[in-house]
Every structure is written in C-alpha cells, then in structure tokens.
C-alpha cells in the first residue's frame, strides 16, 4: 500500500523521535507539522509556495470538502492532490471534530451524527462509513477514523462511554475501508483520563491501525493538562507507529509534545493568526498592528530567512494589514508557516545531533529576552 | 533626468505606434498597460509575480498613499519602490480623480480643492503643489498633474472653465517640481467637446510635458463617444511624447486606444472583475460563477498560458471562489492580468510586424464564435 514509519534514532533524554513516513507521495520527515488546507487549499497559499517554505505534508478537512463542493466531484476530477494541484502527501481528518465544532442540532447514535450543515441547515448524517467512503473519494494519503470529539469538561461516565464508541467506530472505519494505498490512524479519546485514555490506546492498538493520533485535547483545558495527557498517551501507544497530536498547537506545544514523543501536529494557528496580524517570532508574538510598527523599517523577525522577513518592514506589513489588502494577509501566512517549519526543522536536527534539551532550553530563553 | 520616449515604428493603417518609455527605474515597451497598485500593492499580487506575467510598469494613487500610510512615512522607507519591494517603473496619478470620485464635501477653488478622507473624515486641501509635493516624497519615475475631472454630463461653460483652469494647475504644478529625476504628465480635460479638447492640448503642449495624457474619460459616456474624443485628442497631441489615455479599459478599448495612438493605459478591470469572479479570455468573458463551471475540468481559456490556465480547472477556481478562499482571487488576478498584458504584447508584435488590422480583425473574430 505504500505506507510505512521508519524509527530513525530516539533522543536520549526525552521520548522523542526522528522518523520518516512513507506516502504514495513521497517521505515526510519527522517530527512534522501539517498546514492545514481546510477547503482544498491552505488559505492564501499556492501549492509552489508551500514546497518553498518546506511543508512536507498538508491537512484538509472532510466535513468541509464533503459539503463543498462534494467529494464526488473532487473524485470526478482525479482526488484532492489533483483538484487543488498539491503532489505531496496530504492527511485528511475524518470530519468528527468539525462535526462537533461546526454544525448545529447535532444527535449522537451508537449508528453515527446527524447534523445540519453550517452552510445551508441541510441534514446529513455521517457515520464511520461514510467518512471512509468520503476520504477514501478524496484519496488523501493518510485517512483518520471517524470519532466523538467529546466537549470539555465532561462527566467520566459519559467520555467512558463515548471512548468505547470511538473504538467501535475506528473497528467499523477498518472494516468499511477499500482502497489499499491509504494509511488509516486510530484516535484515542478519553479526556483527560488517564485509565480511559489507557484503555483507548490498547484497545485501537489491538485493532491495529497505520498509525495513533491523540484526539480531544486543546479543547479548553490547561497546557499542564494537555501535556500530562499527551505524556500517558505515548507511553502506551505502539512504538513503531507514527503518533500524531490532533489540533495542537502554539509553538511551545510543538516543542513540549515532541519532547513527549508526539512525530505528527497540525492547527490553523499560523494561518488563521497570520491573517489577523500575530506572527510567530524568535523572541514571541509581534502583532503587526501595533503602533510601533507604523515607522519601522526592520523586517518582522531579523533571524527569519523567510521571504517576507528578506523582502519587507514592518512599516509595510502594518499599511497592508490596515489598509486590508491581501497580500498583508499572503505574506503573514508565508511568515507564520516558515517559523512553524523552520522550527521543526530545527527540533529535528537537534534530536539527530543529540542536543534537543539544548535547543529547548535556547528556544525559552530567546523568548524571554 | 533618465527620462526620454522613443518611437520605433508606426502602424501604416492607423495611428498606432510602437515605442519605448525609457525612464529611471528601466525601459517600458509600448502600446503598455499599466496594473493599478492603488494602495502600494498590486491586489493579491507579489512584485515577483508582476514580473513573472510581464507587468513592466505598475500605478499607484496619490490620493490613497496620502491619507494611508502617508508620503512622507514612504519618503522616510526609501520611497515607494523600496516601501513595496518593486524595482521597475511606477507611475503615480496626482489624486485628482480620487478626489472627486472618492472623498465627499469637496469644494474646489482656484488654488485647490478641500474635501474629507473617506478614511476618517478629516479635512484636507489639496493644491497642485501640494500633489507635487507627494508625488515627490512617493518618488515614482513618472507623475502627474493635478487636474479637475469633472463630471460627465457637465454645461458647456463649466467644462470649459474647468479645462483652462487644469491647464493654470498644470502650470503650477511644472513649476512646483524640484526633483530632476521624474517624468511630469500634463492632463487634457475639456469633455466631449473637441474645440475644448484641442485649446487644452495646445495649451499644455506649450507649457510642455514629459507626456500627455488623456483625462476625463470612462465616465459613463457611450463608447463611440469615447472613442472619438481620444481621436480628436491624439490628433493634436505631440508626436513624440507618450500618450496616455487615463482609467481605461475594457480589452477592446485598449485595442481601439492603441489604433487612435494611445501608447499607455490603466484600469482596475483585471484586478476588480478577478475578485468577483469575472474572467478575461480570447473568446470573451467567463463568469466563473456559473454553474456550467462547477463540474468542469478545463481551464479557463484553452489558449492562456498563464500558472492558473496551465495548473487549475474552472471546478476548483468555482470551488474557490465559493468557499470565499484568498487563494481563488489571487489565481483569478493572474489569469486576468496576465491575460491583459499579453492582449498589450501581441499589439505591440502586430504593429512590429505591421498587421495590427489582421490583428484587431482576428480579436474581434474570436469574440463573436
């Protein structure tokens, strides 16, 4: 089928890890962070542009694609690498979060969702079937099982029972699927549990799947949560698969989630801040809006080599993001992704030099200068 | 002051010249169109990309630059081609038009015009000096004078009190400029009359100009109109100068522009109508809103060589233009201007080659099957 994850050498401080998947479209190196596409396309960017910045590998979203403009017509017109001219890898999400965060009037049987899209209202129901039916029409690389993003906080009664639903369903998504040239990763629930998140991971690791991704964190609960959790869920999740932390996150948890053993991440942080003004930096946030901005002559970050930290001020930034124009909106994202890449490229070739705790203790204490 | 204008030959069927703008920042080659870059950026456009479709002169607006981020912030940046990272020929238009088309409460006297910013409603006054003066700290190769553009219809007497006193602000501004290194326009007004048309063109060619051009048009008269007010104007305009004919147009304005011996144009059209999803193609317009678009896997013209017409389908364009992507304008943007430059590349190989009338002939042909 394609698909494989070679382990190439472990920190010797940490649980992280240095590997390679292997993709009907190629190698991704990792640990890697995913830009995500949403609507077959990471917004603002062209295909040639992410290659230069470096992105490996991209996410796109079901539940999205599946409304519009429908994942028959992507199929009709050769899969989503196609539709939106991206021959590299690609992972597609199982539309179980967006179904959770997105739409309305949702009801939740042991058979699968039915909800009203947030477009039209229309109804639909999506089960772990269909969601494999849909990502394997998309043809993406790596398809996720269709899962309860459980909200936060919850009853333990309820995320337990939710849990073994998930699991029933990722046994139901392994069962429904026909395409062979497709990974498909099991997701591990249970809050922030860690007997139920436990039990999620043994019980999927059983089934067995290409890979693990831990769903249900950055949901609301605090960072030294979010990293215990993470912390009990690559303690038990197979060694030789790739692990991928679902949503996550700021630049901090990147560093924090491959310390803990995490190879795979993907959020909308960069894009969607990029549009609004933040950018990531060396030395923290800058928000492009501010005032002092307006007369300087200094690119965003002097230690990016990005095209826009190469190419432009701040001054002008800040005139393109007032004025509204879109190419303020083009060059933030071209920045925003650069840092996440750049960073994990970074981390990378630090776990291969054995200096990760090194580079960790470098990348806070730039941040606190 | 590096500035000159060459003619290279002229059509034996029409007025139609082919020559060079030679100005400070590199040679133009002309008939040319000019891509309007209203707010220090082209929209949704990278300079490389501009470039990259054969843009050799941009415009950008007095008016805009003055209210937001202000002329003398782009002075203190090193001027408008470093503030916004392009390094070839800009042309900046004197505010007047904007002035009347877009600020409110304007009252014009003989020594300028005060009106409220559409930004903020603050007053300003605006004088030929004064446009001078920012045209001067924006720094582009070739400027404009200030002139009236006055409204269409508009009384005889009006339009000729207006005409003789753009033809005194002319004269101010000529005398206002400092700076040796930029091209200085004078502007024709006087209406759809051709007395009028005449008086103002002797008149400024007396004072005289780096370049003439054409003000006051595509402003709501017919196109015949048009058409031959430019003929009236470009009959008595000096030969050896560049002629610009002002906010148009329409790809067969250009054409019939380029027939009456217009040598430069601008107009927002490509960039506009790409942002709402109006295309340019040899066989005319496409609304790549239609449904007919939504399941089509060619592109947008069969005979366009440019990234969006060798890359994406009228499918994933639809796609993106419904979701409301970035992405789609930015595609659409370059299908258009691209489309618009090379219309201007192929009249100037017609006019070389001495068969512009097989060309318009074999242009309009297209447009009819």
Redesign the interface.
């Known amino acids: 089928m394609g698909f494989g994850f070679t382990l190439k050498n472990k920190d010797k401080d940490s649980r992280a890890r240095r590997g390679v998947l292997h993709t009907p479209h190629g190698d991704v190196e990792t640990p890697v962070f995913m830009p995500v596409g949403t ?3 990471v ?4 295909p040639e542009e992410l290659e230069g910045i470096g992105a490996g590998i991209i996410l796109s979203n079901t539940y ?1 694609l599946y409304l ?2 429908g994942h028959e ?1 992507i199929r ?2 050769g899969g989503l690498h196609r ?3 991206w021959d590299h890898p690609i992972l597609t999400d199982s539309g179980g979060y967006q179904v959770f965060s997105h739409s309305e009037l949702r009801k939740i049987t042991e058979d699968g969702v039915k909800f009203q899209s947030h477009l039209d209202g229309s109804y639909h129901f999506l089960t772990p079937e269909l969601s494999v039916g849909i990502q394997e029409a998309l043809g993406a690389d790596i398809i996720m099982c269709f899962d309860e993003c459980a909200p936060y906080p919850a009853a333990y009664d309820y995320l337990a029972r939710s849990m073994e639903m998930t699991t029933r369903w990722a046994r139901r998504c392994k069962d429904a699927k026909v395409r062979d040239d497709q990974a498909l990763f099991g997701i591990i629930q249970g809050g922030m549990h860690k007997e139920l998140r436990e039990k999620s991971a043994s019980d999927l690791a059983e089934i067995g799947f290409d890979g693990y991704a831990i769903g249900g964190l950055s949901v609301g609960e605090t960072k030294p949560i979010m990293y215990e959790v993470t912390e009990w869920a690559t303690a038990v999740m197979p060694e030789g698969s790739p692990r991928y932390l679902m949503g996550v996150g700021t630049p901090e948890d990147l560093v924090e989630g491959v310390i803990r053993g995490v190879d795979m991440f993907d959020c909308v942080m960069p894009t969607r801040n990029a549009r609004t003004g933040t950018l990531f930096t060396s030395f923290g946030k800058l928000n492009i809006k501010n005032a002092s901005c ?2 300087d ?1 200094s690119p965003v970050d002097p230690e990016c080599s990005c095209y826009t930290c190469r ?3 701040r ?2 930034l ?3 993001h ?2 509204g ?3 303020g ?2 060059l933030n994202t071209i920045h925003n992704l650069h840092y996440y890449l750049n960073l994990m490229k970074d981390i990378r070739e630090a776990i291969e030099a054995g200096r990760l705790t090194e580079f960790r203790n470098s990348f806070y204490n730039k941040r606190e200068v």
Request: proline content about 3%; charged content about 25%.
């Open positions: 609507q077959a396309t917004k603002t960017m062209t999205h519009r403009p017509l009709r017109h539709f939106m001219g307006a007369d002559g190419k432009y001020s001054a002008y800040r005139h393109l007032h004025a124009e879109i190419l909106m083009r």
